[in-house]
């Protein structure tokens, strides 16, 4: 069955209002990290959340931060709900630094029970897609 299909059994709620994700390293370029999507999965039922652009703070935010200007891969992407593509429109990329914080933080507004975490890799290559 696909997701959110039906209720989950034996998968423990977790009740937050702030998700942090620490990225902590890249793939295949090192200077640059990236993804395609995020989801957040709520209560038993695992239903991707409707997020937008205003529940995502990220730090470095994109390639704004290295002066570059009217890149389409900007923050706002991760939400987008194309997660499973290979197109420069449809993705996030910021810089990557070695020894700083990369983070990306999902504020709900308000307390949810949250059961899981989808996150889509950026991809720029056709076979993964």
Do not use: Q
Not at 5 to 32: E, H, M, N, P, S
Not at 93 to 120: M, N, Q, S, W
């Amino acid at each position: 069955s696909g997701a959110g299909a039906g209720a989950l059994t034996g998968c423990r709620l977790v009740r937050a209002r702030k998700i942090t994700l620490r990225l902590l390293d890249t793939y295949g370029d090192r200077d640059f990290l990236g993804l395609t999507g995020i989801e957040v999965l709520e209560g038993h039922t695992a239903r991707p959340m409707r997020l937008d652009l205003s529940y995502l703070h990220a730090s470095p935010r994109d390639l704004s931060a290295l002066g570059h200007v009217g890149d389409p891969r900007t923050l706002d992407k991760v939400v987008d709900g194309s997660n499973i593509t290979d197109e420069d429109h449809h993705m996030w990329l910021a810089p990557f630094t070695p020894g700083t914080d990369h983070l990306l933080t999902i504020d709900l507004g308000k307390v949810h029970e949250i059961v899981g975490l989808r996150v889509y890799n950026y991809n720029k290559n056709d076979e993964g897609a």
